[in-house]
T-cell receptor, first 114, second 111 residues
Framework: NAGVMQNPRHLVRRRGQEARLRCSPM?????VYWYRQLPEEGLKFMVY????????ESGMPKERFSAEFPKEGPSILRIQQVVRGDSAAYFC????????????FGEGSRLTVL | DAKTTQPTSMDCAEGRAANLPCNHS???????VYWYRQIHSQGPQYIIH???NNETNEMASLIITEDRKSSTLILPHATLRDTAVYYC????????????FGTGTSLTVIP
């Protein structure tokens, strides 16, 4: 039973380029969450999605960031025109639908912006 | 925003019980207490959760005070691999509600 799969594990981009991070939730999980962790800081919630719907994007920066979770395929976090401040670890988590819904996290994607 | 208060760091001798406290004085009746840990920049790992009764699983025990304003995570026999940042989170039992991670407690298990 594979866990949450994230790729790429490491991504290097130059300022102004685009970064795309992918997340495949655990089998049977229809809820996906994205978190960002800046160096030496805690995890910050970004966005919560169910299949084809964004449920809560209150943690997403207003510009350059977008997320989707299509009917088929992985969830994608897209960062346009990256800046150095976007360098961070981006973690995806998934959960089953249910009353307690504990999260299962992937190993993260580490973005470095040069 | 996180609704919990935890010590910044703690040490524990290998083989001893590690007791990690968490204050959540504003917890409401339908909010659960969850514990996660993050080992050296890996993805956070679920440990345990509870509502009002004490809980135990293969990893840890969770002791929640009767007024539910604080709790303690107990790792009964700490090993070096338990060195991690431990996060205490309160959250309503609703899949749509997010987990907000605070700064957690950095636990160092000492040989």
């Amino acid at each position: 039973n594979a866990g949450v799969m994230q790729n790429p594990r490491h991504l290097v981009r130059r300022r102004g380029q685009e970064a795309r991070l992918r997340c495949s939730p655990m089998k049977g999980h229809s809820h996906v969450y994205w978190y960002r962790q800046l160096p030496e800081e805690g995890l910050k919630f970004m966005v919560y999605l169910q299949k084809e719907n964004i449920i809560d994007e209150s943690g997403m920066p207003k510009e350059r960031f977008s997320a989707e979770f299509p009917k088929e395929g992985p969830s994608i976090l897209r960062i346009q025109q990256v800046v150095r401040g976007d360098s961070a670890a981006y973690f995806c988590a998934s959960s089953l639908q249910g009353p307690t819904g504990e999260l299962f996290f992937g190993e993260g994607s580490r973005l470095t912006v040069l | 925003d996180a609704k919990t208060t935890q010590p910044t760091s703690m040490d524990c001798a290998e083989g001893r019980a590690a007791n990690l406290p968490c204050n959540h004085s504003t917890i409401s009746g339908n909010e659960y207490v969850y514990w996660y840990r993050q080992i050296h920049s890996q993805g956070p790992q679920y440990i345990i959760h509870g509502l009002k009764n004490n809980e135990t699983n293969e990893m840890a025990s969770l002791i929640i005070t009767e007024d539910r304003k604080s709790s303690t995570l107990i790792l009964p026999h700490a090993t070096l691999r338990d060195t991690a940042v431990y996060y205490c989170i309160v959250r309503t039992a609703n899949t749509g509600n997010q987990f907000y991670f605070g700064t957690g407690t950095s636990l160092t298990v000492i040989p």
